[in-house]
């Protein structure tokens, strides 16, 4: 088995070998094993999946969220010679049809699904026939109610086994917290699952924390003194461009990247920072999901990110190829605030969130019990605008939505145009006839992609039509837009803006069936884990990697040595093993869960009050440790959520 493995991935692929513990997981799974795979930003889940699929006969399913990242992976196996397909929210039923039906009777090995689609009819009708080898979850935390990026269809993926039950599932994620690991194995109901966690260590990944009152000075000094590749996060999209302007003013390549510009652009900019064109990528999150760039030698964030989790990932896109590098986080007193409000923000209250919902039904005109699973291009600032809303809450308000299952909101990817044959040669041959201005395009079309027209969904490109024509885009989009109205084919335009799916039938908003008790604890935990991300900011007594390791819960004893309290603490000697022990000691004397009075704690844990003890207790408490009751006893927090 392990031989094939190999020869797949040389052949396939054009590694040599395996990264660390991607072996242990494909064999894992290639045994017939439930696997849960944690594998940090850049340890390459997606061969974890890929490798052992096309080992076996038959189809590998894929479950994931993030469209852009699927449609990536979908183009890339394509290039190497292997079908697979994808079906997300924004395509045409009729797409979907056929797709789904090329997976049961075709030769397909890769279907890429997005989570909401897994309960539809269409989709389960097919589900039945096909013969699978492997269900793969990517983003699997996504399953999670404890989880930063919970999505509820996730919830129905383990009635799959209902259909398939002797088809192992691997579960794929980059950041998990040991109670979110726990929820992904009982949710999917995995069968005594092997699970391998690689650590969340990254030896040569420098994490440094700059407290700065003019933080953009700050980012440009420390591009001054690490060359080489960077990537900029900052918060929104107008300081992006603003930012990189900025940059390029001082002298240093650098361009911007948001959701909110067309795909082109967008994919040129991307590569052009890829190919080194450009040095310094600024960008909202929107930016790096899936992006192989082993040598970017800096990760800056001029903004505290919504929680470490986040972060952790965004940051690890510094250093990929091993060599030293850094993830510097600026930030001002004012954002450890701006911060939490935020969080406090992001589960705004029910009546905006049933508000919303009936702004969005009247902005498409819907009638009550309408458009399931229905698409539409969506501007928020335009839905916004036009009913006086206020964009940050209105788009948390959407989430909210999205979170309770009745709405999804995508961001802009690039939908090319796509094209499909729907008659057979007869019938076509016929509209040629009768249609004497189609049977040029209709024989160049033939010429182009031949048979495949018949079979499945090709994509096409105007504008290359158009110039072997010698006549206008426009007047091929008239002519295709013709073939779609005659039925003889299917015809997709290209897409590029974001969209808006109502999931369910269109409710009355009055009575939509919002769990407030869930949307409370979800507020709750948003809350909890901007505290975590603000306590990592400022505690610079702790080593910023065992901060890091503490919070996913891998239990370590040894600093990084290269962060920038590491650096501090080794100038100014003992202090932070002192601190470590301190903190040792509290905890143990509180982990059985007495309470006790400030002189109590320290004469119980045998510490002397003064400056460094107390501050230490204080930066326990910033990080959820423990907590002090209304009269004033100190105890060990439990995290009231789990």
Avoid at 606 to 620: N, Y
Wanted: net charge positive; proline share 4%; charged share 30%.
């Amino acid at each position: 088995m392990k031989s094939k493995a190999l020869e797949v991935l040389r052949k396939v692929f054009g590694y040599q070998d395996f990264r660390p513990m991607q072996e242990e997981i494909v064999l894992s799974v290639s045994s017939g094993k439930d696997t849960l795979a944690l594998l940090p930003t850049g340890g390459g889940k997606s061969l974890c999946f890929q490798v052992p699929g096309l080992m076996q006969e038959g189809l590998c399913l894929v479950v994931s969220p993030l469209i852009a990242l699927m449609k990536d992976q979908v183009d890339n196996l394509r290039k190497k010679g292997i079908n697979a397909v994808a079906v997300y929210s924004g395509m045409r039923k009729r797409e979907i049809d056929t797709l789904l039906d090329n997976c049961v009777y075709g030769d397909v090995k890769f279907l890429y699904v997005s989570p909401e689609r897994l309960q539809t009819e269409i989709f389960l009708a097919r589900f039945k026939k096909m013969k699978l080898s492997l269900i793969a979850v990517d983003e699997a935390h996504c399953i999670s109610q404890w989880g930063y990026d919970f999505r509820p269809p996730y919830l129905e993926i383990a009635k799959l086994r209902e259909t398939h039950a002797k088809v192992p599932f691997i579960a794929l994620t980059a950041s998990a917290t040991l109670e979110v690991r726990k929820d992904i194995m009982e949710k999917l109901e995995m069968r005594e699952p092997r699970v391998f966690v690689q650590s969340f260590a990254r030896p040569n990944l420098s994490f440094v924390v700059r407290k700065s009152e003019n933080k953009l000075e700050k980012a440009v000094e420390i591009l001054q003194k690490v060359p080489g590749a960077a990537i900029i996060y900052a918060r929104n999209r107008r300081g992006t461009k603003e930012i990189s302007d900025h940059l390029q003013r001082l002298g240093i390549s650098s361009t911007f990247y948001h959701a909110g510009l067309e795909g082109k652009v967008r994919t040129t900019r991307q590569s052009e920072w890829i190919q080194g064109k450009q040095r310094v990528m600024v960008a909202t999150n929107a930016f790096g999901m899936g992006i192989d760039k082993p040598d970017v030698r800096v990760v800056l964030h001029l903004d505290l990110p919504e929680n470490l989790e986040n972060y952790y990932q965004e940051a690890g896109r510094a250093g990929r190829d091993g060599k030293k590098s850094f993830a510097v986080l600026i930030y001002q007193e004012m954002d450890r605030e701006k911060l939490l409000e935020k969080a406090e923000k992001s589960y705004p209250p029910i009546e905006l969130i049933k508000r919303v919902y009936q702004c969005l039904a009247n902005f498409y005109r819907l009638a009550v019990g309408s458009n399931q699973m229905s698409s539409f291009d969506f501007d928020i600032h335009h839905f916004t605008r036009t009913y006086q809303l206020d964009p940050l809450l209105s788009y948390n308000a959407l989430k909210v939505l999205e979170e309770e299952t009745m709405v999804l909101l995508s961001e802009s990817v690039h939908n090319p145009s796509t094209l499909h044959v729907l008659v057979d040669s007869t019938r076509l041959y016929e509209t040629q006839i009768r249609f004497e201005r189609l049977d040029p395009l209709i024989k160049l079309l033939l010429r182009m992609h031949g048979g495949e027209l018949f079979a499945s969904y090709v994509i096409i490109a105007e504008s290359k039509l158009a110039t072997a024509l010698r006549i206008t885009e426009l007047e091929v989009e008239k002519m295709l837009m013709q073939l779609d109205e005659l039925g003889v084919m299917a015809y997709h335009p290209r897409k590029n803006k974001p969209q808006v799916t109502f999931l369910t039938p269109r409710m009355d908003a009055g009575k939509l069936p919002l769990d407030t008790k869930r949307i409370a604890s979800r507020r709750d935990l948003a809350v909890k884990k901007a505290r975590s991300m603000v306590a990592y900011a400022v505690n610079d007594k702790l080593c910023r990697t065992l901060q890091v390791l503490e919070y996913f819960g891998e239990e370590s004893e040894q600093p990084c040595g290269i962060c920038d309290v590491c650096l501090n603490n080794r100038n100014s000697g003992g202090e932070f093993e002192r601190r470590k022990i301190i903190r040792q000691r509290f905890l143990k004397t509180l982990d059985g869960g007495e309470a006790f009075s400030l002189l109590k704690l320290f004469e119980a844990s045998g510490l002397k009050k003064d400056e460094v003890t107390v501050e230490e207790l204080r930066c326990m408490e910033d990080e959820g440790l423990i907590e002090t009751g209304k009269d004033g006893w100190i105890k060990r927090k439990l995290n009231e959520l789990y």
